[in-house]
T-cell receptor, first 111, second 113 residues
Framework: EDKVVQSPLSLVVHEGDTVTLNCSYE??????LLWYKQEKKAPTFLFML????IEKKSGRLSSILDKKELFSILNITATQTGDSAVYLC???????????FGTGTRLKVLA | KAGVTQTPRYLIKTRGQQVTLSCSPI?????VSWYQQTPGQGLQFLFE???????NKGNFPGRFSGRQFSNSRSEMNVSTLELGDSALYLC????????????FGPGTRLLVL
């Protein structure tokens, strides 16, 4: 069965800290991996990764994929209270384009 | 461009009733997917529609159904509601089939009593 596992389930840090969120997967036909940020309702798209070893970066956020070890990490540097959210990882299955989501990591950044 | 809109935003129903939720995708987007989000199970894929046809289906019972109209708007229906159907139902649109980047709506929060 295809599955995506995120860790940790939740995390509390202070402003200015750096955090690393993990996403590991076991799927039959991998196409891509996506990261989303969900603050209140609608998840918002962060990154899409398809190739191993190529870092995607947007401001203080960055992400990288390791297709050999079947995982991805999302890094947030110099965290701010506005980074508090649930971060979701999803793997897209090749052929069907189905999304398999992880249960998310809840990040809380304290002032 | 307006984002994905979903109506209603909140809904309370009782067991055994049925419910219809609506989703209007971003203008020009032709693919619409539906997800159920619960604290225990996370985001689970329900189905995807493109050109008024269901293209993908998740592992949900037949009580969950959907459809898409010619203007790409989509509805999902849940019949014979159960307590476990209480969840946030999210709709996402993408430009075309097989385009990974999806844009989510704010969701409909359904509570079944």
């Amino acid at each position: 069965e295809d599955k995506v596992v995120q860790s940790p389930l939740s995390l509390v840090v202070h402003e200015g800290d750096t955090v690393t969120l993990n996403c590991s997967y076991e799927v039959t036909n991998f196409r891509s991996l996506l990261w989303y940020k969900q603050e209140k309702k609608a998840p918002t798209f962060l990154f899409m990764l398809t190739s191993s070893g190529i870092e995607k970066k947007s401001g203080r956020l960055s992400s990288i994929l390791d297709k050999k070890e079947l995982f991805s990490i999302l890094n947030i540097t110099a965290t701010q209270t506005g980074d508090s959210a649930v971060y979701l990882c999803a793997v897209v299955i090749s052929g069907t384009y189905k999304y398999i989501f992880g249960t998310g990591t809840r990040l809380k950044v304290l002032a | 461009k307006a984002g994905v809109t979903q109506t209603p935003r909140y809904l309370i129903k009782t067991r055994g009733q049925q419910v219809t939720l609506s989703c209007s995708p971003i203008s020009g987007h032709r693919s619409v997917s539906w997800y159920q989000q619960t604290p225990g199970q996370g985001l689970q894929f329900l189905f995807e529609y493109f050109s008024e046809t269901q293209r993908n289906k998740g592992n949900f019972p037949g009580r969950f159904s959907g459809r898409q109209f010619s203007n790409s708007r989509s509805e999902m229906n849940v019949s014979t509601l159960e307590l476990g159907d209480s969840a946030l139902y999210l709709c996402a649109s993408s430009l075309d089939l097989q385009i990974e980047t999806q844009y989510f709506g704010p969701g409909t929060r359904l509570l079944v009593l």
